[in-house]
């Protein structure tokens, strides 16, 4: 294998996870004996570019299809994020009827109907029919393909260049990174502005967030590495924002590289921080293995001594890292009893590998778990929040990333 951005071959291996299924490939109760396809979760660093990145064993076009089940509008911290975002983005950039709004990876148009709301003329790219369904039922069109160098020449052509190109979560998610950005320069009207957020991964090695490593995820980017993909597509990085969201994320603010715009001392300053920690030295990636190792020993541990009380253990949340975490460690029934999740399009199903079984929220009022591990703790906050009442029968939640915490 070679690096997807600058073809260095890749022989420095960051993390060897083992086989899994895809993390969101769940599973229906007639297909539970079935043999589930695995594929190798073996991530390399590019000794060169400081890519982090693993291999296209399974197909995205075979990921984000029509069985594709994430929405991200069952958060309501994502759906604040995202008004958030409409509301600066309008503002710093002069967004009005007679400007253009494209967001690549729209899903179900948890963030362009605010967007809408403002009379801002916009479209999405979706490739996941379910989720593009359920945009259009907001009134946002959705482009149903995937988003490169030729689609973006398609849509400038059909519906002119825009002005704001928005891109949440999606960088890490493309095979093809050299051509997505291509893209982003092809349909970017000069003066215009991209933003993409994308997990930061300095805080990724920084608090062992291993879990956040499943198939979707092609790539794991630090701000110098993708300063360097942008560069070659004639694009610049003017400003960037930390942001608490995925466990700590970079939102960078693009520009063609010839733009008037003057590049920000956040972004200098971050670089900084990146080499100081040794971001470019393959030695600062060496360690991570070990850190993963240790977090699925201390959770089994925690697992089994709460077996061996008789106590009870559920989960919170169906999510992608959540099976990760659960398949690595081999979690399955025999530890955690069942998962619940807000959406309804999860619930019903079996986790990928471990089957645990996803009921919907109020089943935790049900059956009164002595124990629930919440598995997306990104959004911990908004679910304690929601179901603090555990504590009414002496339950209580905990988390395994960074470290395992009762709460």
């Keep these: 294998m070679n690096c997807r951005h600058c073809n260095t071959p890749l022989e420095h291996l960051f993390i060897d996870l083992g086989e ?50 994430y929405y991200s ?12 975002y409409a509301d600066m983005a309008a503002h710093r950039f002069n967004l009005d009827e007679n400007s253009l709004v494209t967001e690549i990876a729209s899903n179900d148009g948890y963030l362009l109907q605010f967007m809408r709301e403002k009379k801002i003329p916009c479209y999405g790219v979706e490739p996941s029919t379910a989720t593009a369904d359920v945009a259009a039922t907001k009134g946002i069109e959705s482009v149903r393909d995937f988003f490169g160098s030729k689609l973006a020449e398609q849509l400038r052509h059909e519906r002119g260049p825009v002005d704001l190109l928005i891109g949440n979560n999606v960088l890490a998610h493309v095979p093809d990174i050299n051509d997505f950005v291509q893209g982003i320069g092809i349909i970017l009207r000069e003066g215009g502005t991209a933003t993409l957020e994308f997990p930061h991964l300095m805080r990724l090695v920084a608090e ?57 001392g956040t972004v200098t300053e971050i670089l900084g921080r990146e080499s100081a920690a040794g971001m470019n030295t393959l030695p600062y990636y060496d360690t991570f293995q070990a850190g993963a190792d240790a977090i699925r020993d201390d959770l089994l541990e925690f697992l ?100 395992l915490h009762t709460i």
């Design 73 to 84: 509008s069952y958060s309501s911290s994502w759906l604040e994020h995202a008004q958030r």
């Design 208 to 264: 062992r967030q291993f879990d956040t490593i499943y198939h979707e995820h092609f790539s794991y980017l630090s701000l110098n590495t993708v300063g360097r993909i942008l560069s070659r597509a004639g694009l610049r990085i003017f400003d960037v924002e930390e942001l608490p969201t995925h466990g700590g994320s970079l939102r960078v603010f693009i520009c063609h590289e010839d733009d008037a715009r003057e590049t920000g």
């Design 304 to 403: 089994r001594e709460k077996k061996r009380e008789g106590k009870s253990v559920a989960a919170y949340g169906a999510a992608a890292k959540g099976n990760t975490l659960l398949n690595y460690c081999g979690v399955t029934t025999d530890l955690i009893d069942f998962c619940v999740d807000a959406s309804p399009h999860k619930q019903g199903l079996f986790m990928p590998q471990s089957h645990i079984p996803i009921l919907a929220p109020e089943t935790l009022k049900d059956r009164r778990p002595d124990y629930v591990l919440i598995l997306p703790w990104n959004i911990k906050n908004e679910i304690l929040r929601q179901h603090g009442y555990i504590a009414d029968w002496g339950g209580s939640f905990f988390t395994a990333i960074p470290e």
């Design 20 to 69: 899994h299924p895809p993390s969101n490939s769940f599973v229906t109760a007639n297909r539970l004996s079935e043999p589930e396809p695995k594929y190798p979760l073996k991530v390399y660093t590019c000794s060169n570019c400081f890519l982090v990145q693993v291999d296209e064993y399974k197909q995205s076009t075979e990921i984000f299809n029509e069985e594709y089940v």
